[in-house]
């Protein structure tokens, strides 16, 4: 068994999101099922650049829109996915040209808070699907998105309005388990803990709204 990793998860650790140029928002695309819509942010002067439905961003958007639906036809094998979707914990999902932290370093999915209490959204990089091979290749983007709703459904249960009669505590105190104690937790109780050290010691920062 892995042991249990903290701080793997890029959502997890103060960042900002942007892209290197201005973008402007098309409209949402509609999965049949969701309660969610993917929306794209496009480099401004890239339609008329080029062939849109060509670009690597209309590539992007399809691949990311068709892995969605076959999620969607599929949901019950995807139980976190299945379970943000009855939560309602999925605002939308934003395809952005990049997705970097504080430091320009570029993440390919990064789940960011909204102003709507127990919903969050779902930043995707459009470059980083490109580079990683993502593009075009749906059912091997699947696995990787239904991975995501873990951080998901763990980032909406705890919104800052969720936090506010938490008493902040000192991760220095954090109740420390051995790779030992780790390998012998069943992949539920791992979660339980994992939940609780979000919970109680680690404090998240968005400077996506």
């Known amino acids: 068994m892995t042991p249990l990793a903290m701080g793997s ?3 997890s650790e103060e960042h900002h999101v942007g892209s290197d140029t201005a973008t402007e928002e098309m409209a949402g695309h509609a999965i049949p099922g969701a309660p969610f819509q993917v929306f794209l942010h496009e480099e401004k002067g890239a339609v008329e650049t080029g062939s849109r439905s060509q670009s690597p ?3 992007a958007l399809k691949t990311v829109v068709e892995a969605f639906g076959r999620m969607m ?3 019950t094998e995807y139980g976190r996915f299945d379970e ?10 934003i395809i952005e040209p990049k997705v970097v932290n504080r430091e320009g370093k570029e993440f390919l999915l990064l789940v960011a808070r909204t102003s709507q209490p127990n919903q969050v959204k779902l930043l995707i990089s459009a470059s980083a699907l490109e580079e990683q091979g993502y593009l075009n290749h749906p059912d091997q983007l699947v696995p990787v998105l239904a991975r ?4 998901v459904v763990s980032k909406a249960d705890t919104t800052p309005d969720r936090q506010m009669n938490v008493v902040r505590a ?3 105190q954090a109740p420390i388990l051995t790779n030992q104690k780790i390998g012998k937790l069943s992949g539920e109780e791992r979660e339980q803990v994992l939940q609780e050290l979000f919970r109680t010691y ?6 996506y709204a």
Not at 84 to 93: E, R, S
Not at 202 to 207: A, P, Y
């Open 84 to 93: 943000a979707l009855n939560k309602g914990a999925l605002q939308k999902v």
């Open 57 to 59: 961003a209309n590539a």
């Open 73 to 75: 036809d599929h949901r």
């Open 170 to 172: 000192d991760l220095t």
């Open 9 to 11: 998860h890029k959502g």
């Open 202 to 207: 680690l404090t998240t920062v968005d400077q």
């Open 148 to 151: 995501e709703f873990q951080w």
